[in-house]
């Protein structure tokens, strides 16, 4: 699929609020309760996003599965507005400190304790229903700096779950979001159309995932090579991490591609400086689609781009 | 050379105000006389721009190789504002009408007709001195739409031209801008290095050309595999054509390039909307800049970068 | 288009016997009679080649447009076997002695002095007519090293002379092979498609020629991007100049592409090792061809994939 | 790093004899015991093969983690011939049956089961100590035909588990060799260097692995990307499994790398025609490379060139 300079299509702007590992020490602006992320949701919506990415966060104030909390998230944002809820089906990560015992005794290192396949199944359960689940296209080593240490964890995402999760998807009759993290994530998917599970021509939503360390580094040559791979008559967007976000977004933009923005994905605004709030985020990016000569897409718009249901 | 998604170097803007070819009939707000061109690089050079890439033009308003219209037009800028010119050595293009006669003695048609190399070669004696000179790396047939016809002509660029030019720019002292137009183009400057003609470390200022039919089209892929190919520690800006104009120089500038925007590059603001004045130009490119952490460069940055006598 | 790497299709090998440039000083092996070239073009038939692409010459024995001369060269190839005859349209150049004069007087270098468009179109009148003519589908300056030194010259190949090329071989019936010597020639090609020269769907056969000095350079990323900007359902095969001839060939015999050798292209067998005639050349692709599971063409299955008449 | 065409540097031929995962069904003639390795060890030495990769087996023909097999593996190599042993630090999969159990209690399915990381970090014991260990730079889930079956596991390359590695390497004076699978896995080396557990110059020895499913796709574009990617100075081979091996294989002794065949890689010599024995695949590459100009290292090169100690 080639990239296209001229696309004047609607923008859809995905705005993921929280994500799933870091916490108010990285940034204190990030929403974390139900409350806090629906209250971000609609200023998301009223600034043009259409797409609300969500993690949800246990009274600790760290990633958890508990599907009361994922229930009343999506619940107080579908209350609030009609943006379109979508879940990662990571959850995220727990960081837990002391998990390490050196062989002198000594408790050191901090771990990510991922969630189960079993809990992240169970996400289809959430109620009331979201609009869309994300799916992650492979496995690899999840590895991020959390308070100033480096911490690894595996992301699991063998092909078997992501067929049961396509097909769980699929009989609720959510949408799907794809997120490859590299060249070979785009081929596990080619084989799951192979496999049958998703239709030979069937439209497939990705996100290109940049700068995680473990996964493909953000660069305008690994994000043109993958947007390059991906089947004819898909839509996409790019999703980078960290400091790299603006310009591959913008550049995403230039090439007809939707975007992400939001907390999860940088907590600074420009270098040095924090973002305020998720709708801080989503209103540069509406600047600067209009700038291009684009405008961010309705929710109706977004709805039959991504072929949910009404 | 790899692009800097990171880069927060100043960027230079460059203005190309009227170009060498198409006149009023594209757009009204076109400058041609010397005081046209004067005002408009003046409002240019208050709105952020530090170079103006110049072509003059004859009281008919074509292109003209006359060194007097040069010389004033020159003059009169650098009367105006310390904005660094830059002399498009290809002059531009007279369209000529009525050229073709076919068989039955009909006169049809229109075309271009070109300087000569010699014309070119005589810019060199442009009185007041300009500060740069542009090159053009390679020969091919320039084709363009002109007044609803398709009009092409040979821009001929041999290697032994260039070389005497290059020479004669390093004996008057001036700075010099490079533009390719295809891979190939990059490979005959690299054979000016061998044959020493630029020194084996000498820091050169590339344009990529994109979107000129004659040349390598306006993708990303072109862009990025040129910006790849350029000898390391070059600096380089993308000089688009037509309406793949805006978005490829906003990449170019989230990549770490200058840029070069003008009524010589496009005629419409945005689709439909012709360009009220080049300062409207550089105004938005100030914009993007700055949402993207960049700030424009001051013509004592823009000197030191392109190596220019003070 | 994508290459196949799994291609076990024949693969037409075209050999380029003599060329338009370079003589017996090149190497005293190079067919230039008419005789020696229907010699050579047996020998390489013989040894698997399905194309013979054709230069003529003078009894100087440098490039003549003479159309006696093709005359000849084609009768007697075709007497001697089946090979399906391609006139390479750019005729050739002359190299000529003491063409330029110093402001002392002293005359010193050499030219080549190209063949005009006239001639080149004149050689649609060859008798008895040959199966295929190449087009070159764009201006450049063609520099080759010529008894040791630069020599330089414009290979004018202007659209609207290109277009005339292929009306004219399609009111004949003869086949047609493009050369594409960088990214904007494959631009100009489709240009003729969107001009409605060629036929929306119609099958082109490009040549991508790499090696040239003023054309693209002989590396792995040109030759890949220009695969992938051809057109779907075109046929390739890759045409490398000089010292990188047998490595690019082999690289696009692996991609599934058709291939060209012959003394026009490498006088080294190998480094420091002339070669002794084209079928050498022949019988090394036909033996690597084989070690990859592919066979050469027949006349017949190349007729076919050329869309060759009967 | 740029691939070179021109490369006339000796080429290091690996073969990778056995595998860690498929057996005698898919090829009767692949080594199993040691007697059977070193045989083919022997041969392949004598046909130009410099570095052996092992892989062993228990007496169930299975890959085995048992040091005593191990040794007496290495062992009988070493007193055969000098050739370079290199340990493939994954050591396999056992594949498993009627591991899955259906919810009706039907037994059905196969696993793979993975070695451990203690079992693989065990291998720096094996005595007579090997030449060179593989380490490979990413996590993902490998999947394989085995048996007619799809059949995946996770391949568990943690970085903290390379960097024990790599440092258990060094401490033992041992060669390491880097399996790269994917963009993000070189990604994942030059964390390696910036951590330090690397040298910021140290000469790195990559293998580009190419068509295992969870890894990237065999394709041109992949390889060429990747090879880019290296940091300068490296040396590479590209390691390619199954049905695209030898034209990968080609390509890369053509763009001057190194190259790994053997029945690990494939276990058909060309279409429809099982492999006889390695030997007959290193053969293929000698005469491959001699036609390109290129000899077979000596092992004295090849150590020098891999820096291991004499």
């Known amino acids: 699929m080639k990239p296209n300079l ?8 995905t705005v993921a609020i929280t994500g799933g590992a870091h916490g108010k ?3 204190p602006n990030l929403p974390l309760t139900p409350e806090e992320q629906a209250k971000d949701a609609l200023e998301c919506y009223d600034a043009g996003a259409t797409v609300c990415h969500i993690h949800v966060r246990g009274e600790d104030g760290l990633a958890t599965a508990d599907l009361n909390v994922y229930n009343k998230t999506v619940r107080l944002i579908k ?3 009609p943006i379109i809820t979508q879940i990662g089906n990571g959850i995220g990560a727990r960081v837990e400190y002391g998990v390490k015992v050196s062989k002198s005794g000594r408790r050191y290192g901090q771990a990510l304790k991922m969630a189960t396949l079993e809990e992240r199944l169970n996400l289809l359960n959430i109620s009331p229903q979201p609009d869309m689940f994300t799916i992650n296209a ?4 999840f590895r991020t ?3 100033g240490m480096e911490t690894n964890s595996l992301f699991n995402n063998p092909i078997d779950f992501n067929q049961k999760y396509v097909n769980g998807c699929k009989k609720i009759g959510v949408g799907i979001e794809i997120e490859v993290y590299d060249t070979s994530h785009i081929a596990n998917i080619m084989d799951l159309v192979d496999m049958g599970v998703f239709e030979p021509n069937e439209k497939l939503h990705f996100s290109i995932v940049l700068g995680i360390k473990g996964g493909a580094p953000a660069t305008v040559r690994n994000l043109l090579n993958m947007v390059d791979l991906l089947p004819e008559g898909s839509t996409w967007q790019v999703v980078t991490i960290g400091r790299y976000n603006l310009r591959t977004t913008m550049i995403a933009m230039c090439m007809g591609g939707n975007i992400r923005t939001g907390l999860e994905d940088t ?4 270098k040095g400086e924090l973002v305020k709030n998720n709708a801080q985020l989503v209103e540069r990016m509406v600047r600067l689609a209009k700038e291009m000569g684009r405008e961010p897409a309705t929710i109706d718009e977004a709805r039959e781009i991504l ?4």
Chains 1, 2, 3, 4 share one sequence.
């Open 6 to 13: 001229l696309s004047d299509e609607n923008v859809i702007i």
């Open 25 to 27: 020490w990285s940034n």
């Open 79 to 81: 209350e609030r507005c």
């Open 138 to 141: 492979g496995t690899f080593e």
């Open 145 to 147: 700096n959390m308070r």
């Open 267 to 270: 907590v600074y605004y420009r």
């Open 307 to 310: 072929q949910l249901k009404k």
